[in-house]
């Protein structure tokens, strides 16, 4: 199982990759929409943790073109801009339960990928 982070917080994504990785995770990462579609291009992944604000595209529009690469792939949204109405709004939009208000706690992360998965990972 591999999976796919983007966001435009190099700092961020680049940690949450190497965290995930030594809970027994493959992680690869992006900071960009078309960084993304292009590894999406060349690698498989069950599970996509996008940035719902990223440069170029919105993570939502992201979602769109990534599910006509690999309509299996599942989808975790993350946002900087966090609160209640925030996120009611950016869960209803995604069309999922999974929408992570920033900072995202490495175990709230994996919790979701698993339920999200319907597995453990770790």
Request: charged letters at 30%; a negative charge.
């Amino acid at each position: 199982m591999r999976i796919l982070l983007v966001d435009d917080e190099v700092e961020l994504v680049s940690t949450l990759a190497e965290r995930l990785e030594l809970r027994g995770m493959e992680a690869d990462w992006q900071e960009t929409a078309a960084g993304a579609i292009e590894a999406a291009g060349k690698q498989t992944y069950a599970i996509a943790v996008l940035d719902v604000k990223l440069p170029g595209a919105s993570g939502l529009e992201l979602r769109v073109r990534l599910e006509q690469m690999q309509p299996e792939m599942k989808f975790i949204f993350v946002t900087g801009h966090g609160c209640e109405e925030a996120f009611e709004q950016g869960r209803e939009a995604a069309g999922c339960e999974y929408y992570l208000v920033k900072p995202v706690s490495i175990e709230l992360l994996v919790s979701k990928i698993e339920d999200v998965l319907g597995k453990k990972v770790r």
